[in-house]
Nanobody, 123 residues
Framework: VQLVESGGGSVQAGGSLRLSCAAS????????MAWFRQAPGKERQGVAT???????SYHDSVRGRFTVSRDSTQNTLYLQMNSLKAEDTAVYYC????????????????????WGQGTQVTV
């Protein structure tokens, strides 16, 4: 399974970006998936998760501004980011782990064993 992120870039504060994570090899619906970010000098931080059930969860710092979703027809995970702030600047990674239908893997990086290469977001 390979995960490839795209959609990063530079945007002014208050702007929006949509990140994509294209998966190959298995359907995204087979996985629990998540978005993480890592700013220079900081630990990797969980941003949002989507479970196989479709339930989502968010870090407090992005709740209400970011939306995670997936498209099974495109086999792609998305992160819509609105009202971006300077503190959102980081490299963003998508991550996945095969999980049971009712698993709730959470926002800890060690839970996930498949990672994309990352995409830079600068606000």
């Amino acid at each position: 399974v390979q995960l490839v992120e795209s959609g990063g870039g530079s945007v002014q504060a208050g702007g929006s970006l949509r990140l994509s994570c294209a998966a190959s090899g298995r359907p995204v619906s087979s996985f629990c998936m998540a978005w993480f970010r890592q700013a220079p000098g900081k630990e990797r931080q969980g941003v949002a998760t989507i479970e196989r059930s479709g339930d989502t969860s968010y870090h407090d710092s992005v709740r209400g501004r970011f939306t995670v979703s997936r498209d099974s027809t495109q086999n792609t995970l998305y992160l819509q980011m609105n009202s971006l702030k300077a503190e959102d600047t980081a490299v963003y990674y998508c991550a996945a782990v095969l999980c049971s239908p009712f698993a709730r893997p959470g926002l800890l990086p060690g839970t996930y064993n498949l990672w994309g290469q990352g995409t830079q977001v600068t606000v």
